[in-house]
């Protein structure tokens, strides 16, 4: 069992950046696999990055800008947000599932409460 509660998201303007947090608690963080997704008013939750192991995986629309890191030692992921955009507004979500990485967010048990991040143009 994972608790995970996410911080750092505000209003930004377009081209700025933001650094959202997820801090996990629970078991320990290595074992698991670390994904972020985010939903936009009306739409599906997407995929936007995930980290299992040493390994890194972006969604399309974010891969040059957004960067996946985590601290074991904080039991913290991070989400370096650069060169926002407008289209990035949308709750961003941390998630968790043991071991390997999906790109889905029905294969993630556990899940943050969320936090608001907009992108004034």
């Known amino acids: 069992q994972v608790q995970l509660v996410e911080s750092g998201g505000g209003l930004v303007q377009a081209g700025g950046s933001l650094r959202l947090s997820c801090a996990a608690s629970?078991?320990?963080?290595?074992?698991?696999?670390m994904g972020w997704f985010r939903q936009a008013p009306g739409k599906e939750r997407e995929f936007v990055a995930a980290?299992?192991?040493?390994?890194?995986y972006y969604a399309d629309s974010v891969k040059g800008r957004f960067t996946i890191s985590r601290d074991n030692a904080k039991k913290t992921v991070y989400l370096q947000m650069n060169s926002l955009k407008p289209e990035d507004t949308a709750v961003y979500y941390c998630?968790?599932?043991?071991?390997?990485?999906?790109?889905?967010?029905?294969?993630?048990?556990?899940w943050g409460q969320g936090t608001q991040v907009t992108v004034s143009s």
């Open positions: 998630a968790a599932r043991l071991w390997s990485y999906s790109g889905s967010s029905e294969e993630y048990p556990y």
């Open positions: 629970g078991r320990t963080l290595s074992t698991y696999a």
């Open positions: 980290m299992s192991g040493g390994s890194t």
